[in-house]
């Protein structure tokens, strides 16, 4: 855990010191496993009494018995079913934050996208956009257009926008919010994302030198805001400003916004029958760009569940493994219980009673290194992979879910051994050396 801690806030950014830390503290939690059912068996056996049920009391005191058997395979359990729930506490708040970035970022009713078509057949950004601001149904025009620069440190991407008198639609992480939108619209400066800002290691109040046609140009940076687009960063700037230093007339891209009282719908059919059959013209709601966006994000984050199946081929496996191993040790010792009067039914209850302390125990500690797991690879490997911070989600459903991963995998594991060694012949195991 202290070579965790030394690499984990080490490294400068690099993303090796991140992985070997995160492996350290795998490490640590499995080798503290052992040690830890010992406690939780020694806590549960004062809590249930000696006037308890015999086979469970034989189980819990089997549990710790048997740990040199069964230690490897319950730490080996623990650690797949924490990976499974730290993975799945990351995506679950990365999901969040990107949901919150969508619901801040798009603040338009509808969105225009003008492909390369479109500029073929001879269409004209500006007069759409005139075009569109003069419909009944329309408050609001903002306009954009992205592009590429080629700098001394590499390309930079360039966003032009102009928000109009709307909300702009950038969280700033950095900065002073009203001071840097009038200083933005005023074309005096320009915005970084988060992830530019971090690779380049500019910060508020820094320049930037962009390329122009007419030469380097220095811009004063009034701020940083979240962008999960790139992680190789944008550089915003005003529509105004980018037309007049690269005197480019281009749009990409409109939003509109909805008069009082009008509905999103009719705002797009209203755009809809003004565009016509027009090509490259693509017309998608606030919602849809939204609902779109997050099942790209689930379809991409499909392989967790995957991910998950495999946990539980491989609990079962180890479990299975390790109490067949153990079953031939205890072979005569379920023949004497046999013989002082155990059913099979007793016997059967001690091995799946103490399998499913096993897979429990292996869920109860997989839980806090799981929540550690996540702070990892949010804080730690999806910062310096990415450049993005994003928000901490603890969801009880994730938690919940592991914890039966494991009870369930190492229950159905101890199905077989508790079937054998509840019907195998005492006098025969007796006789036997």
């Known amino acids: ?96 934050s990107v949901d919150q970035w969508l619901a801040d970022s798009l603040r338009s009713d509808v969105y225009i996208s003008l492909d390369e078509i479109w500029y073929t057949d001879g269409g004209d950004g500006d007069r759409l956009a005139a075009a569109l601001a003069a419909l009944p149904e329309v408050s609001l025009v903002s306009r954009s257009t992205r592009t590429r620069l080629a700098g001394k440190d590499g ?11 709307a909300d702009w639609g950038l969280s700033l992480i950095s900065g002073d919010a009203g001071e840097a939108r009038r200083s933005f619209d005023a074309g005096r400066s320009v915005l970084i994302s988060e992830p530019f800002a971090r690779r380049s290691g500019l910060s508020v109040g820094d320049s930037l030198e962009l390329p122009t046609p007419r030469g380097t140009v220095e811009f004063p940076i009034a701020g940083i805001f979240r962008d999960y687009t790139s992680d190789r960063g944008v550089v915003a700037i005003h529509m105004n400003r980018f037309r007049s230093d690269w005197e480019e007339r281009r749009l990409d891209g409109l939003g509109l916004l909805a008069g009082d009282g009008v509905d999103t719908s009719d705002l797009r059919r209203a755009a809809d029958r003004l565009l016509g059959d027009a090509r490259g013209v693509r017309v998608a709601s606030n919602s849809e760009i939204r609902a779109v966006s997050l099942s790209i994000f689930d379809r991409t984050f499909t392989i967790t569940r995957v991910l998950q199946v495999l946990v539980g081929v491989v609990a079962f496996l180890g479990v299975l493994s390790a109490l067949q191993s153990l079953q031939m040790e205890r072979v005569r010792e379920m023949a004497v219980l046999r013989a002082l009067g155990w059913t099979p039914t007793q016997i059967r209850r001690l091995v799946i009673g103490q399998t499913a302390l096993l897979g429990t125990s292996a869920g109860l500690l997989a839980m806090p290194l799981g929540i550690v797991l996540a702070v990892i690879l949010i804080h730690v490997i999806n910062l310096r992979a990415f450049a993005w911070t994003m928000g901490f989600e603890m969801d009880p459903g994730v938690l919940a879910q592991g914890l039966l991963l494991a009870a369930v995998a190492a229950y159905v594991g101890g199905l077989y051994p508790a079937w054998r060694s509840a019907s195998r012949r005492p006098a025969a195991d007796l006789r036997d050396e």
């Open 1 to 96: 855990m202290a070579v965790a801690a030394v690499l984990l806030t080490t490294g400068s950014g690099s993303l090796v010191p991140g992985f070997a830390g995160m492996f350290a503290v795998i490490v640590a939690a499995a080798l503290l496993t052992p040690p830890a059912i010992v406690l939780m068996m020694d806590f549960l056996a004062k809590i249930i009494g000696p006037a308890s049920d015999l086979p469970l009391r034989m189980a819990i005191r089997g549990v710790t018995a048997s740990l040199s058997r069964t230690g490897v395979s319950v730490a080996a359990l623990m650690v797949a079913v924490a990976t499974v729930i730290g993975v799945g506490l990351m995506v679950g708040s990365f999901r969040a």
């Open 155 to 165: 390309e930079i991407r360039l966003w032009a926008l102009d928000s109009g008198h």
